[in-house]
Each structure stands twice: as structure tokens, then as C-alpha cells.
């Protein structure tokens, strides 16, 4: 199948859960640290530069964006997590908006889990994993920030994310890089089979 990423649209930010869209669309979920680089993912399968906003201030949105690309999937941005500046009511409300989310099973088709290539995930990451691993929908690991560290600790640092997060062997962890676009074609080839799938089965 083929995509037009040049065809993409935002439809709506949904505060809570009644606001999300329940077409037959699928749906492709974006998540990560507020300072991971999840607009910069996005912008860069889109091959567009400024589509999905690149927030000055991480942390800010506290809703779901979606985003609808070529009128055949949903590009779903959660809102960041792990961001210390956020009150402790607005981050008890994300972890309920979240929490309903992932319990509709009906709203998810594929997760990207984006993580900091050159850090060990954090206890949020590892949260968020757990999460994506409950929800019996695949999902994939996105090690973003390839282009800062060097050859020599792209392996070990993919081995490290894997054990930290405890993935099965079925779950890819794709090394990419928002700035140069290193990891790209394999991710958009993933998100493509995913999407034919989910089509093939609502066709039944």
C-alpha cells in the first residue's frame, strides 16, 4: 500500500476519552518523555517540517493529538510524560486520560514507544512499556537521537534499552534519528504492514 504523507491533516485534541475518534480507521500511537522528540518523529515520517508542533516548553500538552494522514490512518500523539514542572494534578490527570485510553482496546492498532537512544529508559519509560505490553496490541520500540552518539554504542545501547524495558523478542526497538532521518524507512515499512493488516481483518 501507499501513503501520501504530504495528505496529512490535524483533526482534533481530545481531552478526554469521549472525544476520540472511533472510525475504522487505524490507529498508529506515538509515546515518550516530553523531551524526547515526538513532533520531530513525527514530522520527519511525514517529511514535513513543521506539521506536529515542536513545543518550546516540554510538557505542555496534556491532551491526545491526532493526526489524520492521507484519509487512511490516524497519526496519534499521547501527551509526554515525565516532565518535573508539571503539577501534581495535571500529571494525575494525564495518568487517568492514559489509563482509559489504553482500556479501550479499540482505539489502538500499533505503539511507537520513542526513548532516548542514549540514556537508560526511565521508570516512566519502563511504565509506559508495561502498558503497551498489557494492552496485547503490538508496539514498537523508537530509540530516537541516533545522530549523538557514537558507532561504537549504537548496539550496546539498543541491548540496554531492550533489557531495561524487558521486551519480548517480537517487539523491534528501530534506531532513529529525527535530524537525519536514519531509521525512517524501516519504521514507515512497520507502520504500513500494520496498517494493511488492521484493514485485511476489518474486511474480514
Not at 34 to 46: F, P, T
Not at 91 to 101: D, H, K, T
Amino acid at each position: 500500500m501507499k501513503l501520501n504523507t504530504q495528505n496529512a491533516e490535524f483533526i482534533r485534541s481530545a481531552a478526554k476519552l469521549a472525544d476520540c475518534p472511533r472510525d475504522s480507521l487505524p490507529q498508529i500511537a506515538f509515546a515518550g518523555r516530553s523531551n524526547v522528540g515526538k513532533s520531530s518523529v513525527i514530522n520527519r515520517l511525514l517529511g514535513r517540517k513543521n506539521f506536529a508542533r515542536v513545543g518550546s516548553a516540554p510538557g505542555k500538552t496534556t491532551h491526545i493529538n491526532y493526526f489524520r494522514i492521507d484519509k487512511q490512518v490516524y497519526f496519534v500523539d499521547l501527551p509526554g510524560y515525565g516532565y518535573a514542572k508539571v503539577s501534581k494534578q495535571e500529571r494525575a490527570r494525564w495518568g487517568q486520560l492514559i489509563g482509559q485510553w489504553f482500556d479501550d482496546a479499540s482505539l489502538l492498532t500499533l505503539g511507537l514507544l520513542l526513548v532516548d537512544i542514549r540514556h537508560k529508559p526511565t521508570a516512566d519509560d519502563c511504565t509506559m512499556a508495561q502498558w503497551f505490553k498489557a494492552s496485547g496490541k503490538p508496539f514498537v520500540v523508537v530509540a530516537n537521537k541516533h545522530d549523538k552518539i557514537k558507532k561504537s554504542e549504537w548496539e550496546p545501547n539498543v541491548a540496554r534499552i531492550r533489557e531495561t524495558l524487558e521486551l519480548p523478542e517480537e517487539v523491534p526497538v528501530i534506531s532513529f534519528s529525527a535530524e537525519k532521518g536514519t531509521g525512517r524507512e524501516e519504521l514507515m515499512g512497520l507502520i504500513l504492514d500494520h496498517i494493511q493488516a488492521e484493514n485485511a481483518t476489518a474486511q474480514g
